[in-house]
Nanobody, 124 residues
């Protein structure tokens, strides 16, 4: 059973940075692709960033390109989302998700395991 725990969220001002972490309790973390999603109040959950199991391929939603960076440390069974130049519109609950596979997945239904989420609030 894979369990994911996110951390690192908080209340920051526009222009600040945060680094989210996602720790997996499952073995063979290196076999899993990882994605970060977010859900803002009143909106559907959306894909933010994804990384392949090798770490060699990453994908981002256009609104965060150049500001967010996804990475992974398989030795620590942890994935990260570095968020720079935060904007009020980045305010949301951020979720990490994993799926065993070699691609970089962008759709919710492609992921098997989800964390409980961490709140990110960006004030103007």
């Amino acid at each position: 059973q894979v369990q994911l725990v996110e951390s690192g969220g908080g209340l920051v001002q526009a222009g600040d940075s945060l680094r989210l972490s996602c720790v997996s309790s499952g073995r063979k973390f290196g076999w899993y692709a990882v994605g970060w999603f977010r859900q803002a109040p009143g909106k559907e959950r959306e894909f933010v960033a994804g990384i392949s199991w090798s770490g060699g391929t990453t994908r981002y939603v256009d609104s965060v390109k150049g500001r967010f960076t996804i990475s992974r440390d398989d030795a620590k069974s942890t994935a990260y989302l570095q968020m720079n130049s935060l904007r009020p519109e980045d305010t949301a609950v951020y979720y990490c998700a994993t799926v065993e596979g070699s691609y970089t997945y962008t759709r919710e239904y492609e992921y098997d395991h989800w964390g409980q989420g961490t709140q990110v609030t960006v004030s103007s």
